[in-house]
């Protein structure tokens, strides 16, 4: 199994920052060889992608809304993903999830939180107008 403990939400004003990191732990699969993904759900609202990473860093993408405000970034050294955002806005109000997938080889759908093997608890983000 595969632990994860995302931290760094709060409350913040829009147009402010916050960085989410996601601490991987566990003895079944080493965290570097896992693609990671955040992802985000708001109230009455489905879990939804944010962005992904792959194991080696090389491979990144980004929701359309969060292009150029977000930046996703892994420490294999530490375990540890991050996402940088700036510039936040209420809309980005949610409880963000950080989720890991196993390498299996080929290609998956990226952007479905059913393609990742773990997720955390989640981390509060709250952004006021």
């Known amino acids: 199994q595969v632990q994860l403990v995302e931290s760094g939400g709060g409350l913040v004003q829009a147009g402010t920052s916050l960085r989410l990191s996601c601490a991987a732990s566990g003895r079944t699969f080493p965290s570097y060889s896992m693609d990671m993904g955040w992802f985000r759900q708001a109230p009455g609202k489905e879990r939804e992608f944010v962005a992904t990473i792959n194991w080696n860093g090389g491979l990144i993408y980004y929701v359309d809304s969060v292009k150029g405000r977000f930046t996703i970034s892994r420490d294999n050294g530490k375990n540890t993903v991050y996402l940088q955002m700036n510039s936040l806005k209420p809309e980005d109000t949610a409880v963000y999830y950080c989720?890991?997938?196993?390498?299996?080889?080929?290609?998956?759908?990226?952007?479905?939180?059913?393609?990742?093997?773990?997720w955390g608890q989640g981390t509060q983000v709250t952004v006021s107008s």
């Open positions: 989720e890991a997938r196993r390498y299996y080889g080929g290609t998956y759908s990226y952007t479905e939180t059913d393609q990742y093997d773990f």
